[in-house]
């Protein structure tokens, strides 16, 4: 801080030290030259030097021409450094004193003001920023052909997507302020304010005051910010982001005025077209229509009218041209006595055509005189020509007189404008030019019957508005208890016919606070209808302004574009008339019984007359609650809550299959999720990104998803910031590093769903249709649930609102939170712009896991104990429902039952298979010995040599053959004969060998 203050001293003590060294600059060659003639006073002006510490200063004579006189006045003591001027005066700086201006020019006092911008004014300088966000950086050229341009009286931003900024230095001697004009319409341009010192610095005071707020089309608003005494750099910014292919419309700056400058030495003239005739004038007037100025008049030179002429404010007079279609128009005339309008045609005010020249057209005759439209509904005529609201409690449809509704019933109050043969009494019409004022007495619309169109005009620039003010909005009687949204309704149907770029703006202004723009329409557009809701009970004004081209000029090329309305309704207005009664809910039967307001989720019974509860899981309507019909079904997943206003997700959600039941929790995923999406980089290298929040199940209806516009409501504290709620929205964000911004901005803040339709596994639900196969990654076997969202306020673009479809795919390589993505396809997360797509990819999108999810696994007995431990099956498919069980012992024995069991019957086997070979052993000698006789027999009959034979014991017979060996006796033999020895038989095993003579018999 201390090294601060010595860097201010020493730039004071510099600047005197400058200021001297001008000083003898001036009087050195006085001393060089001493011949040279006597300085006069034309010959040298008067200039102060710079204040020093202790707040003096000199006054000192610089020659015009250095060098040619000599001879200049000493220096002397100045006026104090706070000295100034009042508005009106100057310093005449020989005797030191304010003087008043002379006639025909103008002062400030202490201040500057630039309203002339033919050219851009000396001191003023256009600084196009450089794309340092651009993927193309090097191409630092890009910018280099965008500037700020003057347009007479006021100065233009550029229109394309560079960062451009106005600046002007100035140095006050005292504290003061700066004041401006502006006009700012398009949200896809950033508009910011802001003042930095000597140093580079930004001044901390205008932080709060940094971003212009939005003005309507056709009005101006004024900012003011203070300035501290010392050096002011001003800076005037804007950077335009269009996303699409849409032209940014550009901000308007005239009427800069600096107040705090130490005095003014001379009176500014008057420029051409104004003029002051009085002296110590603080402005200039501007001259009458057909009169004009040059600069510095104190006066104004009428103009020959016969043959020429001069609008308000003109420099010269011009040549009146021979008179065209383009210098009438027609309207319908009021309705006479006898109820008979006609059309009629004006010439245009003022009137610079002459009918008498060459080729002129005449002013075409009236038309025939036809019956007057019949009154708008809620009106009557009574046979007059002038139509009257019907009182209050009656209806007419506009054609009948006004009748007192029946009992059971009430007026259904509001606007129903269809005729226009005069315009409305809440209706206002008028013109507007950001340039001049030539149409300010024109009427912007005029009636035609069975449509209002746009005026003429006085040039294809004008702003033609239509202005319709409501006071309120009220509900009706049975609806009033209602916990409902809705409060009202517009609903207007028009068509433009266009050559041009026109554009028709739909704009509205709650409680008087701002005016913005609801849904505009460029070019040609066929016969539409379009309906805005209210969910605020406040005073509105409606405004249409209708625009045949933006470019700025002073001729009337496209004056038969039009723009044409054809009908406007506005339901529950506060002061509306009645064009038909509905019924409500009454106390009683008898006659004249009065209306008594429905409790919450209550419709009205169309044959009693009587409040019914609406059936469990539907909704009512919310500008109709009368009938059944109006207790409409929540979709599928959704539950209405306890007052049947809307539909909502607990975020719980079951599917059935043929083989089981999926339960989910979406629980985890309620929570706000966000994605952004990009960068993505405009035709001129603007980097931005899309974000979108989604509030998956909202809360009980109500969607917690926010997104503001942090930048147009900085400017004013007390401003509340454009805030859109819904289940997801979208808004644009340009980085803080994108353009210098210390940080990000957020911006055009867009709702995509407002209502929650239904859950479903199905593709497609209400006419919303979901496209899973836009995602790169393929579904698993667990089918995917889909959300489906819609939002009913339809634009120029989606006639039918916007629908968004959040797909939940179960992921277990995600987190429980998940990743949302969008399609590759379509990386601003819609294809068509009404429709948009996102997949949201989570474990936690899983179905509940229950005991099909899992298997167990039994361990091997070890120590007694055996373990039977529970796992997931692969790959695990489930998040959250049931736990795994935990890891369970047993007791055990090494040789258990089970073993026990298999040793025996694996023994019995055993002896079973012994057994049956013995058997079939057995069974096979005795048909080997048989084979051997029948052999034997054969041979003793063929004669041929003797077989060896074994002597058989007398008596055995056949029993005894089976026993005769022609092998050495086996295992079983040898141990079945020791145990006949055993048992005291006399036997022996003797073997026959048919090869030796050796026998072997049983003895």
């Known amino acids: 801080m201390e090294h601060r203050k010595r860097q201010t001293t020493f730039l004071k003590r510099f600047a005197w030290l400058h200021s001297s060294l001008i000083l003898l600059g001036a009087l050195a060659p006085m001393t060089m030259a001493n011949n040279l003639p006597q300085c006069q006073e034309g010959d040298y002006y008067f200039e102060y030097t710079e204040c020093d510490s202790t707040g003096s200063r000199w006054r000192v004579a610089i020659p015009q021409r250095p060098g040619e006189c000599t001879g200049l006045p000493d220096p002397v003591q100045g006026t104090e450094c706070t000295f100034s001027c009042a508005a009106g005066q100057f310093l005449e700086m020989t005797a030191q004193e304010c003087r008043p201006c002379a006639a025909g020019s103008y002062s400030l006092g202490s201040g500057i003001r630039f309203d002339e911008w033919d050219d851009i004014p000396p001191g003023f300088s256009s600084l196009a920023t450089y794309l340092d966000n651009s993927p193309h950086e090097q191409d630092g050229s890009a910018c280099n052909g965008s500037s700020w341009t003057a347009q007479g009286s006021y100065v233009e931003s550029n229109r394309d997507e560079c960062s451009v900024a106005l600046v002007y230095a100035v140095h006050l001697k005292k504290q003061g302020f700066v004041s401006f004009d502006y006009q700012y319409v398009d949200n896809n341009v950033f508009f910011e304010f802001f003042i930095q010192n000597d140093q580079c610095q930004e001044m901390e005071k205008t932080g709060d005051k940094k971003w212009m707020k939005l003005t309507g089309n056709g009005e101006w608003g004024n900012h003011k910010v203070s300035l501290q005494s010392s050096t002011n750099v001003l800076y005037w910014r804007t950077t335009g982001v269009a996303v699409g292919a849409k032209v940014v419309k550009p901000v308007l700056l005239k009427n800069i005025q600096i107040e705090g400058v130490a005095y003014m030495s001379e009176c500014l003239p008057c420029k051409p077209g104004m003029f002051s005739n009085a002296p110590g004038s603080s402005s200039c007037e501007p001259c009458p229509r057909n009169t004009y100025s040059g600069r510095g008049a104190s006066s104004c030179t009428p103009c020959n009218t016969s043959s020429h002429y001069a609008l308000e404010g003109a420099s010269t007079c011009k040549t009146r041209p021979a008179c065209s279609q383009k210098d009438y128009f027609q309207i319908h005339s009021v309705c006479d006595e006898e109820g008979k309008t006609q059309i009629l045609y004006k010439w245009i005010e003022p009137k610079i055509c002459l009918e008498e020249s060459p080729g002129a057209v005449a002013l075409p005759p009236s038309g025939k005189r036809e019956p007057c439209p019949p009154c708008n509904p809620g009106f009557y005529n009574n ?461 936690s999108a899983c179905p509940l896991c229950t005991e099909a999810d899992y298997h167990h696994v039994e361990g091997v007995c070890r120590a007694g104990v055996q373990d039977t431990v529970y796992v997931w099956s692969e790959p695990r498919l489930c998040s959250g429902g049931l736990s795994l069980p935990v890891k369970r012992s047993v007791p055990c024995e090494a040789f258990g039952l089970w073993l026990k069991v298999g040793t025996s019957l694996g023994a019995f086997c055993a002896i079973l298979l012994l057994s049956l070979t013995y058997y079939f052993w057995k069974k096979n000698k005795k048909l080997e010995f048989k084979y051997s006789k029948l052999v034997i027999s054969a041979n003793k009959e063929a004669e041929l040599p003797a077989a060896d034979s074994c002597a058989i014991m007398e008596g055995e017979g056949e029993e005894m053959e089976d026993e005769v060996l022609y092998t050495k006796p086996s295992l079983l033999a040898k141990l079945k004969a020791i145990a006949k020895k055993g048992n005291g038989q006399s036997s022996e095993a003797v073997q026959l060998k048919s090869s030796q003579p050796e026998r072997w018999v049983w003895g």
């Open 383 to 843: 046979n007059t020509p002038t139509c009257l609201p019907c009182p209050q409690g009656t209806y007419s449809d506009g054609l009948k007189e006004c009748q007192p509704c029946p009992a059971g019933t009430e007026p259904a109050l509001g606007y129903e404008y269809m005729w226009w043969n005069v315009l409305p009494a809440n209706m206002k019409s008028s013109c507007f030019n950001v340039a001049n004022t030539k149409c300010d007495d024109m009427n912007g619309w005029e009636v035609a019957g069975d449509h209002i169109r746009s005026g003429a005009g006085g040039s294809d620039n004008d702003y033609l508005i239509l202005n319709l003010k409501v006071p309120g909005f009220r509900l009706p009687t049975s609806v009033s208890g209602t916990s409902g949204t809705e409060v009202g309704r517009i609903t207007f149907v028009f068509e433009t016919i266009c050559s041009a770029d026109c554009e028709l703006y739909f704009m509205m202004d709650t409680d008087r606070r701002s005016t913005s723009v609801v849904e505009s329409w460029e070019g040609r557009r066929e016969k539409q209808s379009y309906m805005h809701i209210m969910t605020k009970n406040a005073s509105v004004s409606y405004t249409w302004a209708f625009q045949r081209t933006n470019q700025a000029k002073d001729v009337r090329r496209y004056v038969n574009d039009m723009a044409k309305i054809y009908s406007i309704t506005v339901m529950n207005a506060v002061d509306g008339r009645a064009a038909a009664c509905h019924p409500c809910a009454v106390e009683s039967q008898g006659p004249g019984s009065a209306c008594v307001p429905c409790p919450a989720g209550h419709y009205i019974d169309e044959k009693s007359s009587r409040c019914q509860e609406c059936p469990p899981n539907t909704f009512l309507s919310g500008h109709h609650i009368y009938g059944r019909a109006a207790c409409q079904h929540c979709g599928p997943g959704s539950h209405s809550d306890q007052e049947h206003r809307l539909c909502f997700s607990d975020c719980l959600f079951t599917h059935a299959e043929p083989n089981q039941t999926l339960q989910y929790d979406f629980s985890p995923l309620g929570s706000i999720g966000s994605i952004m999406n990009g960068p993505s980089f405009t035709s001129k290298g603007t980097k931005y990104y899309h974000l979108f929040n989604i509030s998956l199940c909202g809360q009980e209806g109500h969607g917690p998803a926010v997104c503001t516009d942090n930048v147009t409501d900085l400017s004013d504290k007390d401003a509340t910031a454009t805030v859109v709620e819904a289940f997801i929205c979208q808004s644009t964000i340009i980085p803080s590093e994108g353009r210098g911004f210390k940080a990000a901005l957020s911006s055009q803040p867009i709702s995509l769903a407002d209502s929650f339709l239904g859950a479903t596994v199905e593709k497609s639900l209400s006419g919303v249709i979901a496209r899973p196969e836009l995602f790169r990654n393929p579904p698993t076997s667990v089918p995917d649930v889909s959300f489906f969202y819609r939002s009913l306020q339809a634009t120029a673009s989606c006639e039918k609102g916007r629908n968004t479809v959040v797909t939940l795919r179960c992921n277990p390589e995600q987190g429980a939170k998940g990743e949302i993505s969008v399609p590759r396809e379509c990386p601003a997360g819609t294809c068509d712009g009404c429709t948009f797509y996102f997949l949201w990819e989570s474990s």
